[in-house]
């Protein structure tokens, strides 16, 4: 994927950290897939096919399937909703699942997360065959990360590096620091740092003087799912700071206020660590946008290999 780049950095009045600005860079990956799309229709190809699979009643959850469905439209990229109870037993998706397996026009598969507490998320997504896995979590789509071969990658740590790419963020040769070490983002975004050249640190709950290391950091990437932990002390003036968190603040000056209107802030303290930092992703509007524009393409991958069979 050749993701177009950008020098046009987006600086806050007072002349502190820039601005990535995540609507800008995956709308520039849209439009590559929309034309991209349009050709392979045009020659006389199927358009490109994604499920969704969404259990239970999750208002996050949502809204999130309902962004996804919106952009699949919005390239061309057929999409269908699967949807299930929330006392959905694990035989009946995984029947479901076995089904779109076998299916030769569905080209990815994406359970939404979380699922309800009863259901074995691990065993669920292992289920999901390894070139449908547009989601990039299948152990085999994992194991090929690591080992540098391309293939589907987790959608959230492939946005970040195309957001520091879109941005000529340099990534060779950078100390980078990522907190968090889940097999969503911590873990994958490390590996693809490193296949990036850079030197990279894993921390996570248990490391000690966790925060004079994240000093050290020229990009550091925050997913530690923990709201507002990192503040302007955690980080080396004019660092790239990634912000992977999302919480939805509850309002109790207002308590008739609608979720869509909550405040939503990162795992970083996004006021105060903007005028130390040299770069900062929003939180809305950052990563998150990212996150769904790889989803798309991942799908667009999966479709390239299953047409060319």
């Known amino acids: 994927m050749n993701i177009p780049v950008t020098n046009a950095l987006h600086e806050t009045a007072n002349g502190s950290a820039k601005i990535l600005d995540g609507a800008l860079a995956a709308q520039a990956v849209i439009h590559e897939?929309?034309?991209?799309?349009?050709?392979?229709?045009?020659?006389?190809?199927?358009?490109?096919?994604?499920?969704?699979?969404l259990v239970g009643d999750n208002p996050a959850s949502e809204v999130y399937v309902k962004n996804k469905i919106?952009?699949?439209?919005?390239?061309?990229?057929?999409?269908?909703?699967?949807?299930?109870?929330?006392?959905?037993?694990?035989?009946?998706?995984?029947?479901g699942l076995h089904e779109l397996n076998r299916d030769a026009t569905i080209d990815g598969i994406l359970v939404q997360l979380p699922l309800p507490a009863h259901l074995p998320t691990g065993e669920i997504l292992d289920s999901i065959a390894p070139d449908k896995d547009v989601d990039g979590l299948h152990p085999?789509?994992?194991?090929?990360?690591?080992?540098?071969?391309?293939?589907?990658?987790?959608?959230?740590?492939?946005?970040?590096?195309?957001l520091l790419h879109?941005?000529?963020?340099?990534?060779?040769?950078?100390?980078?620091?990522?907190?968090g070490r889940s097999n969503l983002v911590g873990k994958p975004v490390a590996g693809l740092l490193l296949q990036q050249d850079a030197t990279v640190t894993i921390c996570h709950s248990r490391t000690e003087n966790l925060s004079a290391i994240c000093r050290?950091?020229?990009?550091?990437?925050?997913?530690a799912g923990k709201q507002e932990m990192v503040g302007k002390d955690w980080v080396k003036p004019g660092a790239c700071v990634v912000d992977v968190g999302i919480h939805r603040l509850k309002d109790n000056?207002?308590?008739?206020?609608?979720?869509?209107?909550?405040?939503?802030?990162?795992?970083?303290?996004?006021?105060?660590?903007k005028p130390i930092a040299g770069y900062i992703t929003p939180v809305p509007g950052g990563v998150g946008k990212m996150t769904v524009a790889m989803l798309m393409v991942n799908t667009i991958f999966a479709y390239e290999q299953h047409i060319a069979m």
Do not use: M, W
């Not at 990229?77 to 949807?83: N, T, V």
């Not at 085999?140 to 970040?160: E, R, S, W």
């Not at 308590?255 to 006021?271: C, M, N, P, R």
């Open 140 to 162: 085999y789509n994992l194991g090929l990360l690591f080992a540098g071969v391309p293939g589907l990658q987790p959608c959230t740590p492939k946005g970040i590096i195309a």
């Open 253 to 273: 000056s207002n308590e008739g206020q609608s979720k869509s209107k909550a405040k939503i802030v990162g795992d970083v303290l996004f006021d105060e660590v």
């Open 70 to 95: 919106l952009t699949c439209k919005e390239i061309g990229i057929e999409s269908q909703l699967r949807r299930y109870d929330k006392n959905a037993s694990k035989e009946e998706i995984l029947a």
């Open 216 to 223: 050290q950091a020229d990009i550091l990437v925050v997913a």
């Open 33 to 53: 897939l929309s034309e991209k799309i349009a050709k392979y229709v045009n020659s006389g190809k199927r358009k490109p096919a994604l499920t969704v699979v």
């Open 166 to 179: 879109f941005y000529h963020i340099p990534i060779k040769g950078k100390n980078v620091v990522v907190i």
